[in-house]
């Protein structure tokens, strides 16, 4: 191993450490590269290279333009982030958003209501396939966790959608099964959303909600099956290939 080897690596361990020592909290954003090139008196390559390392870690998720975000233990510990599918998340949103939309419907608040229409109008001039990773979306979702006046409840809601956009696995499903929808459903479900809570109907509002998470499940399972037959005629194709009788 090369001494720059070993150099960006003992950068890596040491922010690693930092990670879990809550120094750097989840959710936080790491230092600029210049900056932690001054801590730690190397250079910025070398950070950026550590930085690679905590990535593929899955300690940190890199958003280009705007740095690297910590992920933390809670994601990674156990393997945990490995193991879980994007059938297994979306299920806990379901179960989860559900009934937390139903107690925003009872519990929002006039400010909080006008600031949900305004997200709702952002996802509706929003010009994107997947608007998990626009920000609006996740705002919509987390204006109605954070109107059940419930901090628990909450946080539980915002540590799902980490999983979401920083597991490269649960990201990429989530993009194959956005490319595939309505664009024009997807944003009439979020004003159905948002009407049932504006008229104070938790009834509607957790049906809504479920049925908007239904649609989305369709979708994983439609383009979970089409893998399925992608990979079998692939394999089909091979064996065919290498037991071919040519002359």
């Known amino acids: 191993m090369s001494s ?46 550590a930085i690679i390392a905590l990535a593929a870690k899955e300690e940190v998720s890199v958003k280009g333009g705007s740095g690297a975000y910590v992920l933390g233990n809670n994601l990674i510990n156990d393997n945990f982030g490995r193991e879980i599918s994007a059938f297994e998340l979306l299920e806990a949103r ?15 608040k006039q400010d909080e209501l006008e600031e949900l229409e305004k997200a709702l109008r952002k996802i509706e001039l929003e010009d994107v396939i997947d608007t998990s990773s626009s920000g609006a979306d996740r705002q919509f979702h987390t204006l109605i966790a954070q109107a059940t006046h419930n901090r628990v409840i909450a946080k539980q809601i915002s540590f799902l959608w980490d999983i979401q956009e920083n597991l490269s696995h649960i990201s990429k499903a989530r993009q194959a099964v956005c490319a595939e929808e309505d664009k024009h459903a997807r944003i009439a479900d979020h004003v159905a959303i948002y009407d049932a809570i504006a008229a104070g109907d938790a009834k509607s509002a957790r049906n809504t909600m479920r049925s908007h998470f239904s649609e989305l499940l369709e979708a994983m399972h439609a383009e ?3 893998e399925a037959v992608d990979a079998a005629k692939l394999k089909v194709s091979n064996m065919r290939k290498r037991f071919a009788i040519t002359s």
């Not at 379901?94 to 929002?108: N, Y």
């Open 224 to 226: 979970s099956e089409k």
């Open 4 to 49: 720059k080897e070993r150099l960006y690596i003992t950068i890596f361990k040491k922010i690693s450490a930092l990670i879990r020592e809550g120094e750097f909290p989840v959710g936080s954003r790491l230092p600029t590269e210049r900056e932690l090139a001054e801590r730690y008196g190397v250079s910025r390559p070398t950070i950026r290279e």
């Open 94 to 108: 379901v179960l989860l958003e559900g009934e937390a939309v139903a107690l925003a419907a009872r519990m929002i």
